[in-house]
């Protein structure tokens, strides 16, 4: 039933057409009109104001989703600047990638967080620095290290000797990268409050190629259509790097949060459904209009596309007081 559901959403998301809120029913249909776009992504003065009317549409959806500490300009500059770049994506699936982002208060700056393109799919890719705001957040982590080691650098590991004696690492800063090398070892450890120090995370590009292909659909759907197009293979360091830090994710008391980013990042790699992992997701109310979004794009598959209207699920706007109450509930568990 639940793989069923799936299917259906997908289908929605390719053949169903975004709704158009009454508050804004004059506003245009930007994801839409983004796709129409071809050998272009820059950003023209025209499509500048269809994709800030689109982000007015939805002003409602993303403050009610973004935490109260979050920068709302830094937000939605970074989603004004990637918009382009998703044009060949579904309006349903750019929305949705974009919401998850802001209710797990990431900026989508490539820093913090990624929102990419897997065919005519939005995906939201949380990045390492993403994963380590997350767990500064849960307020029991001190410091994080990320970092990586070259051929040419000094180290040493030797897991039964006392931290923080059981791991050195030495690059000769005054060398450029190249001078040292290619990267060998990704690693990443963190400095719990109080003074202890975690498990250093160690990781290989064998490690790395491993979790690759075991754990990323995009990746293996790319490889079998002989394409160099997923963020694996356009990104390796970084998702190297990410690799690290999750796995360091679970050896550092981890929040209800960081568990949640964890689910929905792993939704991202075997291409299903991310926003129902995030924080407060109404997964049953979004299924049942996923659902009902599939059921009337089936219906208008033989009418033509200007007669379509199947619903997009989106998140209803609440009052304030009760989604911070929400969220000040869910900071209460740990995992």
Known sequence: MTNDLKSRLRAARTRAAAPVEERHDQAADVPAQLADVKGTEDVAPAMDKTVMAWLARY???????????????????????????????????TLQALLTCAKFGLVPDEKHAVIKREGTTAVFVPMAQGFVDLMYRSGAVAS???????????????????????FVHRPDLTKSKAERGDVVLCYA???LRGGARS?????????????????????????AEGRTDSFWH??????????CVRRLAKVVPMSAELVA??????????????????????????????????????????????????????????????????RRSGRKHTV
């Open 189 to 191: 450890f963190a400095w």
């Open 144 to 166: 994080v290290h990320v970092g990586e080691i070259r051929a040419g650098d000094e180290y040493s590991y030797t897991p039964t000797a006392p931290s923080p004696d059981d």
């Open 234 to 243: 356009t990104h390796f360091l970084d998702m190297w790097r990410k690799s």
């Open 59 to 93: 002003s409602a959806e993303f403050e009610e989703a973004l935490p109260a500490h979050i920068d709302r300009s830094s937000f939605f500059a970074a989603v004004r600047a990637i918009l382009p770049k998703l044009a060949r994506c579904t309006p349903a699936s």
């Open 261 to 326: 980013l964890v689910k929905t990042d792993d939704a991202g790699e075997a291409g299903q459904v991310q926003v129902l992992h995030a924080p407060n997701p109404e997964d049953a109310r979004l299924l049942a209009e996923a659902e009902a979004a599939s059921k009337a794009a089936e219906a208008s598959q033989d009418m033509p596309t200007h007669t379509i209207t199947g619903r997009l699920p989106v998140k209803r706007s609440q009052p304030r007081r009760k989604a911070s109450k929400a």
């Open 199 to 223: 498990q250093v995370i160690i990781l290989s590009r064998e490690d790395a190629e491993a979790i690759r292909d075991e754990y990323s659909a995009a990746y293996q759907a790319a490889k």
